[in-house]
T-cell receptor, first 112, second 115 residues
Framework: QQQVKQSPQSLIVQKGGISIINCAYE??????FPWYQQFPGKGPALLIA?????SEKKEGRFTISFNKSAKQFSLHIMDSQPGDSATYFC???????????FGGGTRLMVKP | GAVVSQHPSWVICKSGTSVKIECRSL??????MFWYRQFPKQSLMLMAT?????????EQGVEKDKFLINHASLTLSTLTVTSAHPEDSSFYIC???????????FGEGSRLTVL
C-alpha cells in the first residue's frame, strides 16, 4: 500500500513559471513532511520541510503548502529555472527519528 | 545542512565477488542510518534500517545474508553486497538521521555495476 501518493510523475514548465507538485498521504500519524531534490547520479538533497503546526513554509523560491484536513501537501517552485530541472520526492514520517515514506517522485523539466 | 559521505561513488565488479559501500556522517553523530536502493527513474526503496551497535532491521523481501549491514560506530555504516550478481546492479544510497530533529540527510549514492 502506497502511503504517500505524488503527482504528477513528470512536469514541464517554462522558465519563469511556477512548478507545482502535489502529495497526499494516508497515515494521520505523519507529522514531518520534507521535500527532496535529486539530480541524476546524485543522492537526494533536503530542500524544505514542514510540520503540521503551520499551513505554509517558504524558503526563497520554494514554498510548501500543507492542508492537514485534506491530508495533502504541495511544493511550489516560483520563477522556475532550468537549474531546477531534477526529480523531486515528497516524504512523510511520524515522530522525529522514524523512517521516511517516500512518494513516487516527479521529474521536473524547466525549459529555457 | 549535515554532510553524509558515501564511498565509493561507483564500482564495477565481477559476478560472485563482494562489494562494500561505506556511509559516513561527517559533522554529526548518527545513531540511525538507512540504506536505499534506487532503480532508474524510480523512487527510493528502503532496504534496511541500521542502528548503531545493534543488528540492522531489513525490509520485507530484502535478503539479510546478501546485503550485510554493519553500523559499528556513530558515524559509519557499511553495506556489503555479497556474491554479487548482475541483478544487484543498482544505485545504492544511504542516509543518516540527525537525532532529535527528524531531518534525514543523504549520501551521494553508489552506482554498482556487476558484470
Amino acid at each position: 500500500q502506497q502511503q504517500v501518493k505524488q503527482s504528477p510523475q513528470s512536469l514541464i514548465v517554462q522558465k519563469g513559471g511556477i512548478s507545482i507538485i502535489n502529495c497526499a498521504y494516508e497515515n494521520t500519524a505523519f507529522d514531518y513532511f520534507p521535500w527532496y531534490q535529486q539530480f541524476p547520479g546524485k543522492g537526494p538533497a533536503l530542500l524544505i520541510a514542514i510540520r503540521p503546526d503551520v499551513s505554509e513554509k517558504k524558503e526563497g523560491r520554494f514554498t510548501i503548502s500543507f492542508n492537514k484536513s485534506a491530508k495533502q501537501f504541495s511544493l511550489h517552485i516560483m520563477d522556475s529555472q532550468p537549474g531546477d530541472s531534477a526529480t523531486y520526492f515528497c516524504a512523510a514520517s511520524s515522530d522525529a527519528g522514524n523512517m521516511l515514506t517516500f512518494g513516487g517522485g516527479t521529474r521536473l523539466m524547466v525549459k529555457p | 545542512g549535515a554532510v553524509v559521505s558515501q564511498h565509493p561513488s561507483w564500482v564495477i565488479c565481477k559476478s560472485g565477488t563482494s562489494v562494500k559501500i561505506e556511509c559516513r556522517s561527517l559533522d554529526f553523530q548518527a545513531t540511525t542510518m538507512f540504506w536505499y536502493r534506487q532503480f532508474p527513474k524510480q523512487s527510493l526503496m528502503l532496504m534496511a534500517t541500521s542502528n548503531e551497535g545493534s543488528k540492522a532491521t531489513y525490509e520485507q523481501g530484502v535478503e539479510k545474508d546478501k546485503f550485510l549491514i554493519n553500523h559499528a560506530s556513530l558515524t559509519l555504516s557499511t553495506l556489503t553486497v555479497t556474491s554479487a550478481h548482475p541483478e544487484d546492479s543498482s544505485f545504492y544510497i544511504c542516509s543518516a538521521l540527525v537525532a532529535g530533529t527528524g531531518e534525514l540527510f543523504f549520501g551521494e549514492g553508489s552506482r554498482l555495476t556487476v558484470l
